[in-house]
């Protein structure tokens, strides 16, 4: 906060809004569990390149129960829509969307690019793997959905320390790769070790939709 301050002092007084702007990403934000953040900044973003992982501070997750009320998500920046459960966050951006509830973590990734194989799936996590420690991914398969054929994997990865008790949180996540016209999207469904969150999963995941 103190360099907030010192940024606004050293300021011009023309360049005083773009400063004021920088300063109130400073300061804390939250939002409600219903909330949905949309971005228009850049089209590359940190968190569709990186492997999902838990936050060890989070309060815990339980399972999706089957009573979950679901809504549909429309996502113009990617011109893609998915059922998502009500009260979950939601935040978009120009290259990536994320859908959460404390360690349940979703996050759908398009860009422009060929049509995803075995083996550029498989790579692509050995990447992620160089770069993640503790990842660890299985095989990577074909399957069907309901909107084409895709690949899947799973891998693992662990939470950085909570830094007051230590633990860390492992995190499942299913990754499916699908493409249409050109477009690659990258679904990540991460769920914490010890949470059931496969038919919900299945739901959304069988719900994504082109635009």
């Known amino acids: 906060m103190a360099l907030c301050g010192r940024m606004l002092r050293r300021t011009p007084r023309l360049l005083l809004l ?3 702007i920088v300063a109130g990403g400073c300061g804390s934000a939250s939002t409600t569990p219903s909330s ?3 971005s228009t900044a850049g089209t590359s973003t940190p968190e569709s390149g990186a492997a999902l992982a838990a936050d060890a501070r989070s309060a815990a997750t339980g399972d999706i129960p089957d009573s979950q009320n679901f809504l549909t998500l429309n996502a113009p920046q990617l011109r893609i829509s998915i059922l998502y459960p009500e009260g979950w966050t939601v935040k978009e951006s120009a290259a990536a969307l994320t859908i959460k ?3 349940n973590l979703v996050r759908i990734a398009v860009s422009r690019g060929p049509t995803p194989t075995a083996a550029s799936t498989q790579a692509q996590l050995a990447a992620l793997g160089r770069s993640t420690p503790g990842l660890t991914a299985g095989p990577v398969k074909p399957i069907s959905l309901k909107n084409g054929p895709a690949f899947k994997v799973t891998y693992t990865t662990r939470s950085a320390p909570n830094p007051v008790t230590g633990k860390q949180v492992t995190l499942t996540v ?4 699908l493409a249409h016209s050109g477009r690659v999207a990258t679904v ?3 769920t914490p070790v010890g949470v059931d ?3 919900a999963y299945k739901r959304m995941i069988e719900s994504f939709t082109w635009r």
């Open 18 to 20: 773009p400063a004021v």
């Open 36 to 38: 949905r953040t949309v």
């Open 101 to 103: 509830e404390k360690n």
């Open 174 to 177: 299913d990754r499916y790769a």
């Open 188 to 190: 990540d469904l991460g």
């Open 197 to 199: 969150n496969v038919d």
